[in-house]
């Protein structure tokens, strides 16, 4: 069961979507505008929040951003189109993941447990990278002693790069393994993501030193 705090102006979507959660056993937390949104997220501390993009007032990529600024829960977007720039936009602006419009409960119900399952650690080792500190017991990660504040997914892309340093590793391989997508999975969640992780971890995410791309391929992360 996960504390959710859904965000959906639509009444029916949003009555529809809170009860079939709450059948599949999680505790559920529901408003209608992106204000609410933020004081819940900050009041209640959700373990995720499942977000609509097209809030009135404050949007969703508006809120995705404020949670950004000081929390990292994990956040899944709710999205009309797949094709357009909605999902660039809400990606870039934090997110986990997104589901597409009209929403099967079933598939966010999946959705939901395979993000909440990125957060679990792996072998209890610990790795430096030059100033760059793995903790994989601990699940933290620091550079030039400070600590690197990670969403769960961004945790896992790191955990998983650094699991194979020097492969290459297909964004197929990464949506299977760090997003739980088959086939069809959206190679735009592993780019966005990259980038936000290159970011937090990279002395210069223009010129990564760790995590490269290798064109046409994927990524591999160099342990250098």
């Known amino acids: 069961m996960a504390a959710i705090l859904l965000v959906e102006d ?11 959660l709450t059948r599949q056993g999680h505790s559920v937390t529901a408003c209608a505008t992106g204000e609410e949104g933020l004081e819940h997220a900050r009041a209640r501390r959700p373990e995720i929040v ?3 993009v097209m809030l009135p007032g404050v949007d969703g990529f508006e809120v995705c ?5 000081t929390d990292q829960m994990p956040i899944i977007l709710l999205t009309a189109r797949s094709d357009n720039l909605d999902v660039v936009i809400g990606l870039e602006a934090g997110a986990d ?3 597409i419009k009209p929403v099967e409960p079933a598939v966010l119900d999946a959705r939901i447990r395979a993000v909440l399952r990125r957060a679990v650690g792996g072998a209890g080792d610990r790795s430096t990278y030059g100033d760059l500190v793995i903790d994989r017991g601990a699940l933290r990660v620091s550079r030039a002693g400070a600590d690197v504040n990670l969403t769960p997914t961004e945790l896992r892309l790191l955990l998983e790069l650094t699991r194979h340093p020097g492969q290459v590793l297909s964004r197929r391989h990464l949506l299977r393994e760090v997003w739980d997508h088959g086939y069809a999975g959206d190679s735009r969640l592993v780019d966005a993501t990259v980038q936000r992780l290159r970011a937090k971890v990279e002395a210069d995410a223009s010129a990564p030193a760790f995590i490269q791309t290798v064109r046409g391929f994927g990524y591999r992360f160099v342990a250098s």
Request: glycine share 4%; proline share 5%.
């Open 10 to 20: 639509d009444p029916s979507v949003r009555t529809g979507l809170e009860l079939a």
């Open 50 to 52: 499942i977000l609509d």
């Open 65 to 69: 951003r404020r949670v950004r600024r």
């Open 97 to 99: 993941d997104y589901v």
